[in-house]
């Protein structure tokens, strides 16, 4: 059972385009946090979201934390080639709160022809 | 800082064979994880260390897997024997601490193929 859940599986969009992935789960967590993985490469950190609700942005993402605490959405403005590749969330458990216990999502394959 | 350094980058084996994955966390970091990616189970923690010791290795397949942590500088994970279904990409990544916020440093992975 996978305990988050991330839709689209794929994504393939134009350049220009903007798109949401979303990452849900039945569990609740103390933070979550988005990860980029690009081929050949381990993922790196984009944001963490601690608050129910919080909205958080970078540039031309927008990340938001839903007022359970049990999903978050990933919102790409006029998406650009740069930004292909697998976007990943990780989720800390309720309890204890340790680097252990995160849980990641399969992710979103994202591709934005030019 | 060159990053947490992963080798070897590819590893082709046959099956039966012992494997040895490489890793070298960033300096001054206190945690290390190792962890499976594939496209069917996605991104799994197999076991993590604190200062060098192991904390939890609940997500370690099998017996056939087994992880050592000798100094601050270097881990090792090792499969015997190595069967095809352990083919995935191999993560090692560190945290200067095990807190829900802190970021998790990613290496660039070993490719494992078993045939």
């Known amino acids: 059972t996978q305990l988050l859940e991330q839709s689209p599986q794929f994504l393939s969009i134009q350049e220009g385009e903007n798109l949401t992935v979303y990452c849900n789960s039945s569990s609740v967590f103390s933070s979550l946090q988005w990860y980029r993985q690009e081929p050949g490469e381990g993922p790196v950190l984009l944001v963490t979201v601690v608050t129910g609700g919080e909205v958080k942005k970078l540039k031309r993402l927008t990340f938001q934390f839903g007022d359970a605490r049990k999903d978050s959405s990933l919102h790409i403005t006029a998406a650009q080639p740069g930004d292909t590749g697998l976007y990943l969330c990780a989720g800390v458990m309720n309890y204890g709160g340790s680097q252990g216990n995160l849980i990641f999502g399969k992710g979103t394959k994202l591709s934005v022809k030019p | ?115």
């Open chain 2, 1 to 115: 800082d060159a990053g947490v350094i992963q080798s070897p980058r590819h590893e082709v084996t046959e099956m039966g064979q012992e494997v040895t994955l490489r890793c070298k966390p960033i300096s001054g970091h206190d945690y290390l994880f190792w962890y499976r990616q594939t496209m069917m189970r996605g991104l799994e923690l197999l076991i993590y260390f604190n200062n060098n010791v192991p904390i939890d290795d609940s997500g370690m397949p099998e017996d056939r897997f087994s992880a050592k942590m000798p100094n601050a500088s270097f881990s090792t994970l090792k499969i015997q024997p190595s069967e095809p279904r352990d083919s995935a990409v191999y993560f090692c990544a560190s945290s200067p601490i095990n807190r829900p916020n802190t970021e998790a440093f990613f290496g660039q992975g070993t490719r494992l193929t078993v045939v």
